[in-house]
């Protein structure tokens, strides 16, 4: 049984720590002038909830995933508020040019194109794979094999892209073209490949890795065009606080850790900004 001092001592305890709690979240002030953010005191974020498991809505409609919890985690360690945008991909570089939110959070591919209009602070390696329907496994092992197949992909994105790029290679081998069918996102278009409109799909290998893991979908391909993944914003004293918040994580081991826990590659060394 415990004696009235140690009850009280507990109290005591309990006391000062929640008073140094209070404390620190007082002593909490938002890293990131007004002036750089669309909202005061709010990191306001873009994704497309539609890539299981790094970004999706959960069957209670909370967003959730590895990239949803780094945005999270950076605003709060930024004393902001986060602030999730559901958007299409397609809107996302157009949306954080007009100042509609501050940083896109949807697993961006890097390129140089891209780091002249905005500032880009890769931070994950991504590469493409394609996907078919479990009654297809072993039809898709090569990308050769997608010639003259129907693929589908999201819209405006690194995936698109590289489906023409690969489509180029398959003509310039003497190859039938891909029939390359666009979705507004990625769930449309695994949609479309469950009700066998198209017979393939190119995504990133996080997601098709999900989906073959759940037995929705067997992977044919992977590991094509490894390219990093950013994060992009407009405000350079945005970027800057962002990637000093990111290398902070490092240091402390809470970055990796959040990889490792779902199975994604992290880049080596400092993070840093590439921008205009």
């Not at 006391?15 to 979240?25: D, E, I, K, P, R």
């Not at 669309?38 to 209670?60: C, E, H, R, W």
């Not at 931070?123 to 693929?151: F, H, R, W």
Request: proline share 5%; net charge neutral.
């Amino acid at each position: 049984m415990m004696s009235q001092w140690s009850v009280r001592s507990a109290v005591t305890a309990a006391l000062l720590l929640g008073a140094t709690a209070a404390a620190q979240a007082a002593d909490c002030k938002p890293v990131v002038a007004d002036g750089d953010l669309i909202k005061p005191g709010t990191l306001v974020m873009s994704t497309n909830p539609t890539l299981p498991p790094l970004q999706f809505v959960d069957a209670s409609g909370e967003l959730k995933g590895m990239r949803i919890e780094l945005g999270a985690e950076i605003a709060k360690r930024l004393c902001l508020k986060p602030e999730f945008v559901r958007i299409e991909f397609s809107a996302m570089v157009p949306g954080l040019q007009a100042g509609r939110w501050d940083l896109i959070d949807t697993g961006i591919f890097f390129t140089a194109e891209r780091a002249k209009i905005m500032q880009m602070v890769p931070y994950e390696q991504q590469a493409i794979s394609i996907s078919v329907a479990n009654s297809a496994k072993g039809s898709i092992s090569k990308p050769d094999d997608l010639a003259g197949k129907t693929v589908g992909v999201e819209i405006g994105g690194f995936e698109a892209a590289k489906a023409k790029t690969l489509n180029d290679e398959l003509t310039a081998k003497g190859l039938k073209p891909m029939d390359i069918r666009t979705f507004d996102n990625f769930a449309l278009a695994y949609q479309a490949l469950r009700a066998g409109q198209v017979e393939a799909v190119v995504s990133i290998d996080g997601v098709a890795k999900a989906y073959a893991d759940r037995g929705d979908f067997a992977r044919g391909v992977s590991g094509l065009y490894a390219t990093p993944v950013a994060l992009a914003m407009k405000s350079k004293p945005l970027a800057e606080a962002v990637v000093k918040v990111m290398n902070d994580m490092k240091a402390d081991g809470s970055y990796q850790k959040l990889f490792n826990a779902y199975g994604v590659v992290a880049t080596d060394g400092a993070l840093a900004i590439s921008g205009p």
